[in-house]
Protein backbone atom coordinates (compact mmCIF):
# COMPACT_ATOMS: atom_id res chain seq x y z
CA UNK A 1 0.00 0.00 0.00
CA UNK A 2 1.37 3.77 -1.16
CA UNK A 3 2.03 6.16 1.52
CA UNK A 4 3.05 9.94 2.39
CA UNK A 5 3.55 10.67 5.84
CA UNK A 6 4.36 14.37 6.42
CA UNK A 7 6.67 15.81 9.76
CA UNK A 8 8.56 18.88 10.31
CA UNK A 9 5.75 21.46 9.74
CA UNK A 10 5.33 23.84 13.24
CA UNK A 11 5.70 27.30 14.44
CA UNK A 12 8.29 29.47 13.53
CA UNK A 13 9.20 33.41 13.50
CA UNK A 14 9.86 35.29 10.04
CA UNK A 15 13.30 35.00 9.12
CA UNK A 16 13.46 30.86 10.68
CA UNK A 17 14.03 27.88 9.23
CA UNK A 18 12.01 24.18 9.05
CA UNK A 19 12.91 21.12 7.84
CA UNK A 20 9.78 19.21 6.32
CA UNK A 21 9.89 15.16 5.75
CA UNK A 22 8.36 13.17 3.49
CA UNK A 23 8.31 9.52 4.35
CA UNK A 24 7.07 7.08 1.72
CA UNK A 25 6.29 3.50 1.50
CA UNK A 26 4.89 0.96 -0.87
CA UNK A 27 7.06 2.16 -3.66
CA UNK A 28 10.50 3.44 -3.88
CA UNK A 29 11.04 7.11 -4.13
CA UNK A 30 13.56 6.48 -7.43
CA UNK A 31 10.77 5.64 -9.31
CA UNK A 32 8.52 8.43 -8.80
CA UNK A 33 8.36 12.41 -9.94
CA UNK A 34 8.23 13.70 -5.81
CA UNK A 35 6.80 17.12 -4.70
CA UNK A 36 5.32 19.63 -2.21
CA UNK A 37 2.65 21.85 -2.72
CA UNK A 38 1.38 24.00 -0.20
CA UNK A 39 -2.12 25.22 -0.01
CA UNK A 40 -3.04 28.26 2.46
CA UNK A 41 -6.61 29.08 3.67
CA UNK A 42 -8.55 30.56 0.45
CA UNK A 43 -6.34 29.78 -2.17
CA UNK A 44 -5.68 27.18 -4.23
CA UNK A 45 -2.62 24.37 -4.20
CA UNK A 46 0.11 25.37 -5.29
CA UNK A 47 3.15 23.62 -6.62
CA UNK A 48 6.34 24.54 -4.27
CA UNK A 49 9.12 21.98 -5.33
CA UNK A 50 9.91 18.92 -7.27
CA UNK A 51 12.08 16.72 -7.83
CA UNK A 52 12.93 13.34 -9.99
CA UNK A 53 15.11 11.14 -7.72
CA UNK A 54 16.52 9.36 -10.18
CA UNK A 55 18.99 12.08 -11.79
CA UNK A 56 18.74 14.79 -9.12
CA UNK A 57 16.66 17.08 -11.32
CA UNK A 58 14.69 19.60 -8.92
CA UNK A 59 12.26 22.72 -9.72
CA UNK A 60 11.17 25.41 -8.05
CA UNK A 61 8.50 28.43 -8.11
CA UNK A 62 9.37 31.30 -8.55
CA UNK A 63 8.31 32.63 -4.90
CA UNK A 64 10.59 29.87 -3.11
CA UNK A 65 13.49 29.86 -5.09
CA UNK A 66 17.37 30.62 -3.42
CA UNK A 67 15.17 29.64 0.31
CA UNK A 68 13.89 26.50 -0.27
CA UNK A 69 15.84 23.44 -1.21
CA UNK A 70 13.79 20.10 -2.55
CA UNK A 71 16.15 16.65 -1.84
CA UNK A 72 15.94 13.07 -0.96
CA UNK A 73 17.57 9.96 0.40
CA UNK A 74 17.34 6.74 -1.58
CA UNK A 75 18.23 4.82 1.55
CA UNK A 76 15.43 6.12 3.61
CA UNK A 77 12.94 6.71 0.96
CA UNK A 78 12.25 9.93 2.48
CA UNK A 79 11.99 13.36 0.81
CA UNK A 80 12.71 16.87 2.38
CA UNK A 81 11.76 20.19 1.76
CA UNK A 82 14.30 22.96 3.70
CA UNK A 83 12.77 25.76 4.20
CA UNK A 84 15.02 28.65 4.99
CA UNK A 85 14.38 32.97 5.80
CA UNK A 86 11.06 31.88 6.08
CA UNK A 87 8.46 34.68 5.38
CA UNK A 88 4.62 34.75 7.03
CA UNK A 89 3.30 34.16 3.34
CA UNK A 90 4.61 30.76 3.32
CA UNK A 91 2.38 30.07 6.10
CA UNK A 92 0.17 27.32 4.62
CA UNK A 93 -0.76 23.26 4.84
CA UNK A 94 1.92 21.34 3.05
CA UNK A 95 1.83 18.34 0.96
CA UNK A 96 4.01 16.01 -0.12
CA UNK A 97 2.80 14.50 -3.91
CA UNK A 98 4.48 11.45 -5.75
CA UNK A 99 3.38 10.50 -9.25
CA UNK A 100 4.26 7.08 -10.27
CA UNK A 101 4.20 5.82 -14.36
CA UNK A 102 3.16 2.41 -14.71
CA UNK A 103 2.66 1.01 -18.03
CA UNK A 104 0.28 3.68 -19.42
CA UNK A 105 -0.82 5.49 -16.46
CA UNK A 106 0.31 8.14 -14.15
CA UNK A 107 -1.03 7.03 -10.80
CA UNK A 108 -0.76 10.32 -8.25
CA UNK A 109 -0.91 10.39 -4.19
CA UNK A 110 -0.89 12.83 -1.40
CA UNK A 111 0.25 12.74 2.33
CA UNK A 112 -2.09 14.01 4.95
CA UNK A 113 -0.32 17.66 4.90
CA UNK A 114 1.51 19.20 7.83
CA UNK A 115 0.90 22.68 9.31
CA UNK A 116 3.84 25.19 8.74
CA UNK A 117 2.80 28.98 10.38
CA UNK A 118 4.94 31.91 10.40
CA UNK A 119 4.07 34.42 12.70
CA UNK A 120 6.16 36.73 15.33
Known amino acids: QVQLVESGGGLVQPGGSLRLSCAAS????????MSWYRQAPGKERELVAAITMIDGNANYADSVKDRFTISGDNAKNTVYLQMNSLKPEDTAVYYC?????????????WGQGTQVTVSS
Open 97 to 109: NAVRRILVSNYNY
Open 26 to 33: GFSIRSAA
